[in-house]
């Protein structure tokens, strides 16, 4: 379930919302909570298997810290090569996405909401709607490397709350399984309506809640 990597489509429709809105300090708290779950992965789980079918644990942890860094380069207004993401050792990895996550504070300005940015499937989008892109993959992946590492799946309730309104705003319903059976994104699965936040914000990013190594 890597989301960004690819190239989705071919268009260069211009994907802008009317009301532009302002998740930066949940993108911020993002940062946090991601190198929160990293730092408690274990070496011995690395090759373990997580909820993305591409990415064993060690990709995973690669994945979400290019995904981070990729996120300030977008704030800087600089447009991605859509190159893979580098290896990072297990050690360094949390020290880079906090590193990453006081970068995005500096590099994300009001100015840079409203501004466009092609990226590399072709697609145009508002900064506005990369906040939210990058907010929900930084939650989304956390979420999978904590259930992939035997962890508690939660995080702070105001953060659940805008990763899921994130979602909801970016994600396009063209976009589940363009690729693929779960690829860029799966089909949203069923979660009850009284389930924490977090657990339906996974369901919605075509997780299962159910899922387990």
Request: aromatic fraction near 8%.
């Amino acid at each position: 379930m890597a989301f960004h990597n690819e190239v989705m489509t071919e268009s260069t429709e211009l994907h802008a919302d009317h009301d532009i809105s302002d998740r930066r300090r949940a993108l911020l708290d993002a940062y946090a909570h991601a190198a929160q779950v990293v730092s408690a992965v274990r070496a011995d789980q690395l090759a373990g298997p997580t909820p993305c079918p591409d990415f064993d644990v060690a990709a995973l942890v690669d994945h979400l810290v290019g995904a981070g860094w990729r996120a300030v380069s977008l704030g800087r207004g600089e447009t991605p090569s859509g190159e893979e993401f580098p290896h990072v050792e297990l050690g360094d990895a949390a020290d880079q996405l906090s590193q990453a996550g006081r970068a995005a504070a500096g590099a994300w300005s009001d100015d840079r909401l409203s501004e466009t940015t092609t990226m590399p499937w072709g697609e145009t989008y508002t900064g506005s709607t990369l906040v939210d892109m990058y907010l929900s993959e930084l939650v989304a992946h956390s979420w999978d490397l904590a259930v992939a590492t035997g962890r508690p799946a939660v995080c702070d309730e105001s953060l659940a709350m805008a990763a899921l309104a994130a979602g909801r705003a970016m994600l396009r319903p063209e976009y589940r399984n363009m690729m693929g059976p779960g690829s860029p994104f799966g089909t949203e699965q069923p979660v009850d309506e009284g389930a924490p936040t977090l657990e339906r914000f996974a369901g919605f990013m075509g997780r299962s809640p159910d899922w387990r190594p």
